[in-house]
């Protein structure tokens, strides 16, 4: 049987086995490197994805893109994803003010 880059597949191959995580964002509207980067966090296991968050969330990365952070848990505070009090304590907790 040849490979046939045309030939669709059935919709149960075409299911991502991303879990529903609240606040992700939908797959569709990741772009192909974001995606594969969400597939790898997602296959580590618990401690090791746990030390690779750490590690990205130093301090220098958050200065780094401290306004896209207050952008996007601005957008959650009023779309209603998070309340004043959970947008206050994620601020508190990345250190911006």
Not at 24 to 36: G, I, S, V, Y
Not at 38 to 67: C, D, Q, V
Not at 85 to 94: C, G, H, T
């Amino acid at each position: 049987m040849n490979w046939n880059p045309f030939t669709k597949k059935d919709e149960e191959e075409k299911e991502e086995a991303l879990p529903n995580i609240p606040g992700m964002p939908e797959t569709k509207d990741m772009n192909m490197l974001q995606r594969f980067a969400m597939n790898r966090l997602m296959k580590m296991s618990p401690a090791e994805r746990e030390k690779t968050l750490r590690k990205a969330m130093t301090p220098k990365n958050i200065e780094k893109h401290k306004g896209e952070i207050l952008a996007s848990l601005e957008a959650m505070r009023k779309a209603g994803q998070m309340s004043d009090d959970q947008y206050r304590l994620a601020k508190a907790r990345f250190g911006l003010k």
